[in-house]
Nanobody, 122 residues
Framework: QVQLVESGGGLVQAGDSLRLACAAS????????MAWFRQAPGKEREFVAA????GGTYYADSVKGRFTISRTNAVYLQMNSLKPEDTAIYYC???????????????????WGQGTRVTVSS
């Protein structure tokens, strides 16, 4: 079992930066593939970024070059050059343990946090 708690959301202006954090407790965190997803009002939840337990990172095209996922004893999402279209609830997710490949699919992730809201004003 893995418990995930996100933090760091807020209201910012376009062009600003935010850093989201996802604290994980329970099973060996280091053996899980971790990801960030987001869900904007009226839209489906979509993949943002992932960090595999083997060290690989993956990004959605819409955030590549602006967002960075990293992990130590927590998972972070550094978001730079924010745009109004980045407005959403951001969710941390875990998949594992010890799975060979990460995934961009919502259905592939076993555990989810409660989400943190990010609002970017123009």
């Amino acid at each position: 079992q893995v418990q995930l708690v996100e933090s760091g959301g807020g209201l910012v202006q376009a062009g600003d930066s935010l850093r989201l954090a996802c604290a994980a407790s329970g099973s060996a965190f280091s053996s899980y593939n971790m990801a960030w997803f987001r869900q904007a009002p009226g839209k489906e939840r979509e993949f943002v970024a992932a960090s595999s337990w083997t060290g690989g990172t993956y990004y959605a095209d819409s955030v590549k070059g602006r967002f960075t996922i990293s992990r130590t004893n927590a998972v972070y999402l550094q978001m730079n050059s924010l745009k109004p279209e980045d407005t959403a609830i951001y969710y941390c997710a875990a998949r594992g343990p010890y799975l060979a490949a990460t995934s961009t699919s919502v259905d592939a992730y076993n555990y989810w946090g409660q989400g943190t809201r990010v609002t970017v004003s123009s």
